[in-house]
Nanobody, 121 residues
Framework: QVQLVESGGGLVQAGGSLRLSCAAS????????MDWYRQAPGKRRELVAA???????SCADSVKGRFTISRDNAKNTVYLQMNSLKPEDTAVYYC???????????????WGQGTQVTVSS
């Protein structure tokens, strides 16, 4: 069984910073994609930042220049450094991973439980 455990959320004032972490554990042969999504109340879940096993990263236009995604493949962990936070960044942030649990497995998608980020004005 694979688990994604997020940490680092909280309450911060506008202009502040937070760093989210997501560690994957369990039966893991290889991880292809590790992403961060977010969902604000009444809105659809949206992709915030993505990272691939080849080192490629990308961020949504709304967070470009403020958020940075990084990954430690040795620790099966992905990070989201969030700077210059705005009230509109308030949401539950979810970690997402696409991975192969064993050598014989196809790719399977997993989600973390979510961590709340609240930015006050």
């Amino acid at each position: 069984q694979v688990q994604l455990v997020e940490s680092g959320g909280g309450l911060v004032q506008a202009g502040g910073s937070l760093r989210l972490s997501c560690a994957a554990s369990g039966s893991i042969f290889s991880i292809n994609i590790m992403d961060w999504y977010r969902q604000a109340p009444g809105k659809r879940r949206e992709l915030v930042a993505a990272s691939s096993s080849d080192g490629t990263t990308s961020c949504a236009d709304s967070v470009k220049g403020r958020f940075t995604i990084s990954r430690d493949n040795a620790k099966n962990t992905v990070y989201l450094q969030m700077n210059s936070l705005k009230p509109e960044d308030t949401a539950v942030y979810y970690c997402n991973a696409v991975l192969r649990p064993t050598y014989y497995s196809g790719r399977v998608e997993y989600w973390g439980q979510g961590t709340q980020v609240t930015v006050s004005s």
